[in-house]
């Protein structure tokens, strides 16, 4: 309990002497993108995998870099199907998205490149082995822009 107290006491001596201690870092802040460019293929998808049993669990378009992952951390729960999809910017040459489970394994690899048949949409189903964090990391490379936009969709099996 001393040990709490102290390390406690440290911790907010440092933050209010050193304020600097909390912008001392570069953080990658998801940000959303000035309307939806991509809202013809979102409404697309819903109408075709609604069709599939599956119905909307979250949904962002988030600004992206050309290069930098954009992490995603969300709750999954065993046994459930879950179908993730992924669009990126028509205008990238390469899309990847990565999942990790909680032990930091990677699950799941997926890459298009521009020309691919699914082009800038990557989408895959996962049902998981333990209920669970996983981080979902979507990247898309441009040689043209260096910010652009990026679409993600977790849906779940409800039928």
């Given at each position: 309990?001393?040990?709490?107290?102290?390390?406690?006491?440290?911790?907010?001596?440092?933050?209010?002497?050193?304020?600097?201690?909390?912008?001392?870092?570069?953080?990658?802040?998801?940000?959303?993108?000035?309307?939806?460019?991509?809202?013809?293929?979102?409404?697309?998808?819903?109408?075709?995998?609604?069709?599939?049993?599956?119905s909307?669990?979250?949904?962002?378009?988030?600004?992206m870099?050309?290069e930098?992952?954009?992490?995603?951390?969300?709750?999954?729960?065993?046994?459930?199907?879950?179908?993730?999809v992924?669009?990126?910017?028509?205008?990238s040459?390469?899309?990847?998205?990565?999942?990790?489970?909680?032990?930091?394994?990677?699950?799941?690899?997926?890459?298009?490149?521009?020309?691919?048949?699914?082009?800038?949409?990557?989408?895959?189903?996962?049902?998981?082995?333990?209920?669970?964090?996983?981080?979902?990391?979507?990247?898309?490379?441009?040689?043209?822009?260096?910010?652009?936009?990026?679409?993600?969709?977790?849906?779940?099996?409800?039928?």
């Open positions: 309990m001393k040990n709490l107290f102290l390390s406690t006491t440290i911790l907010t001596c440092a933050l209010f002497f050193y304020p600097g201690l909390l912008y001392s870092q570069d953080i990658i802040r998801q940000q959303s993108c000035d309307g939806n460019p991509y809202q013809e293929e979102v409404d697309s998808l819903k109408t075709f995998y609604a069709s599939q049993g599956y909307v669990l979250r949904e962002a378009s988030v600004t870099e050309s930098y992952e954009m992490p995603i951390v969300l709750p999954m729960t065993q046994g459930v199907w879950y179908q993730f992924f669009i990126g910017d028509p205008t040459r390469l899309y990847e998205v990565r999942m990790y489970d909680y032990t930091e394994k990677q699950v799941i690899y997926k890459k298009n490149m521009w020309g691919d048949v699914d082009g800038n949409i990557i989408s895959f189903q996962y049902i998981p082995q333990a209920s669970e964090y996983h981080m979902i990391k979507p990247v898309q490379v441009n040689k043209n822009k260096k910010k652009m936009c990026g679409y993600v969709m977790l849906l779940k099996r409800t039928s």
